[in-house]
Every structure is written in structure tokens, then in C-alpha cells.
Nanobody
Framework: QVQLVESGGGLVQAGGSLRLSCAASGRTFGTYAMGWFRQAPGREREFVAAISWSGPTIYYGESVKGRFTISRENAKNTVYLQMNTLKPEDTAVYYC?????????????????WGQGTQVTVSS
């Protein structure tokens, strides 16, 4: 079993930046692909970014390409999401996810573990 705990959310003005962190515990961190999804009120969960266990494969959702960067630090059992040039439409609860496989994926159904989420609010 894997436990995921997100942090770093908050309120920021449009154009600003935030960095989310996700700390994993429970099993060997390095064997998991990790990712981030988000969900805004009244909308379905949306893929944001994913990274393979060793880091060479990375995917981004179309709406965040060029603005967000996913990275991981296996020695600290942590994955990060650096969010720059934030827009009001980025407002959502951001969830950290992990899967029992080394390969990154973009589908919701491919992930086995979810964190509780952290709120990101971008004001205009």
C-alpha cells in the first residue's frame, strides 16, 4: 500500500507561481510512476502531468504545457509540480497519484493510489 500526501496549495494571483509537493510512503518509492490530476467544481478530473519512475518519460495535459513542470526526487520519496504563469482556470483541487508500474500514463483508470488533494485558487 502507498500513502500520498500533497502540500503547497494556496491562493495566488494570476501570473503567479506555486509548487506542489507529494510525499509518498509505504513502499519503495522508486518503482512507481507518479502523476497529478486536478478537479474544478462541476467538472471531471483532468490529467495534468505524469512522470515515469526513473524520470525519462514525462507527459503533460494540453492546458498546462509550457507552464507546469513535473519532477521527482526518489531519495526523498517526493514528486513535485512547479506551476508558473497561473491562470484563473487553473483553480482546482490537485491530486497526486501513483501506479504500481514504472511507466507513466495519462488515464485516470491507470492509477492505483490517490492523495487527499490540495486546493489551488488563482484569482484574476
Amino acid at each position: 500500500q502507498v500513502q500520498l500526501v500533497e502540500s503547497g496549495g494556496g491562493l495566488v494571483q494570476a501570473g503567479g507561481s506555486l509548487r506542489l509537493s507529494c510525499a509518498a510512503s509505504g513502499r519503495t518509492f522508486g518503482t512507481y510512476a507518479m502523476g497529478w490530476f486536478r478537479q474544478a467544481p462541476g467538472r471531471e478530473r483532468e490529467f495534468v502531468a505524469a512522470i515515469s519512475w526513473s524520470g525519462p518519460t514525462i507527459y503533460y495535459g494540453e492546458s498546462v504545457k509550457g507552464r507546469f513542470t513535473i519532477s521527482r526526487e526518489n531519495a526523498k520519496n517526493t514528486v513535485y509540480l512547479q506551476m508558473n504563469t497561473l491562470k484563473p482556470e487553473d483553480t482546482a483541487v490537485y491530486y497526486c497519484v501513483a501506479r504500481d508500474n514504472v511507466g507513466a500514463r495519462i488515464r485516470l483508470a491507470d492509477y492505483d493510489y490517490w492523495g487527499q488533494g490540495t486546493q489551488v485558487t488563482v484569482s484574476s
